[in-house]
Structures are given as C-alpha cells and as structure tokens.
C-alpha cells in the first residue's frame, strides 16, 4: 500500500508540474509599444542561456524495491551520475547510470529520458527549476535471492527533480519511480512478474551553459 501512494503521489506531482509550465506559457503576453526602447531586463544579458548542461556527481539515495509476484520487498540505497542538457525552451534530454544494492544484492541501471523545466524562479544560470522526466530504463540485476530473477530487466521511470542553481553549481533534490519486466525466470523456478523501485536523491554536481 505505501508503494502505490507514493507512485500515485510522483504521478500527480509530475502532472501538476507540466500543466503549471504550461498555464505560465499560455499567459497572454503585453503587447510593446514600437516607441519604447528595450528596457535592461529584455537584453541577451538577462535572458536564460541557450542551454544548460549539468552533470550530478553523485546523486545519492533511499527507495523501496518490491516485486509483488513473489512478495518481494526490499530498503535499496542508491548511487547514480546524472547528465541533463535542457534548451532556452525547456525542453532537453538526460542519460543516467545507477548503481543501487542491498545487502543481498544489487543492480546496475541506464536510463534515456525526456526532460522538461518548469523554472521556478531566476534562469538556467542562477535559479530553482523543477524538471520533469520520462524515459526508459536497461537494469541489470546480480544477487543471490532465490524468489526474483537475475539478468536483464526493461522498464520505464519518471521522476521529478527540484534544483538550485548558483553559476557553476547544482544542488538537486528528487524523486524517481521505475517500473521493471525481467527478461528471465526466478532462481527458484518460480513466477516473475513487474518490479517497481520508489527512491529519493539528493545530488551535487556542476554546469555548463551557452549564451
């Protein structure tokens, strides 16, 4: 029950992010008198760059691991190297490599998303931005649980990060959940099915961006 509240809570959170991105673009605009000169705030200086490039090293976190066909539930911790690159618009990409282990076992994860921010407050060089993603996940799992499989997993996630940037620096707090299908059987024989992973991170890192 506590997994399906917090994947129905980031579901929501992740909604609300893109209709609130949404609602701020579809605000009609002032319309500028031709007679009056840009003011200081409408130069390329106070813009947001062209794009933002951040790489997390690292990202640390906490989730749950459950695999409800075999009532499998596990603590996971979490170690994972991010890279975001997210245009003038909003829109970008990340790849992700996570690392996350028990003390039976542990999987290995890349991920492709889609990433789009919602920028709170300031721009991409000195600001809070919300970014949402989604995308698709290759795990790799070794251990010596005999109720769930080993081998390849594929699966989706999405997730929400909240991050401060201040120049050269990120702080990042978020929330990620992943859905899994193994590719192989259970090492007792048994059933497998879906397996979910809930976790929350929190990340330093630095950036890079373009004018």
Do not use: C
Request: avoid cysteine; charge should be negative.
């Amino acid at each position: 029950m506590k997994l399906q509240v917090l994947v129905a809570l980031i579901l929501v959170l992740f909604v609300s992010a893109h209709a609130v991105a949404q609602d701020a673009s579809s605000e009609p605009q002032p319309a500028l008198e031709e007679s009056v000169l840009p003011t200081e705030a409408s130069t390329p200086l106070h813009r947001t760059p062209a794009y933002r490039l951040d790489i997390m090293i690292p990202s640390v976190g906490v989730g749950l691991f459950s695999a409800p066909t075999s009532g499998y539930e596990r603590t996971i911790l979490t170690l994972s190297v991010d890279v975001r690159l997210v245009s003038r618009g909003g829109h970008g990409g990340m790849v992700r490599v996570a690392h996350g282990s028990t003390l039976w076992g542990s999987a290995t994860a890349v991920e492709l998303d889609y990433v789009f921010r919602a920028r709170l407050a300031g721009d991409d060089r000195f600001g809070l931005g919300l970014d949402s993603t989604i995308g698709t996940t290759l795990a790799s799992f070794a251990h010596n649980e005999a109720t769930i499989p080993t081998g390849l997993a594929l699966g989706g996630n999405v997730g929400l990060s909240l991050d401060f940037r201040a120049y050269g620096f990120v702080v990042s707090l978020g929330a990620q959940y992943r859905l899994l299908v193994p590719t192989e059987a259970a090492l007792n024989g048994g059933a497998s099915g879906p397996e979910h992973a809930i976790t929350g991170t929190l990340g330093l890192g630095f950036g890079f961006w373009g004018v």
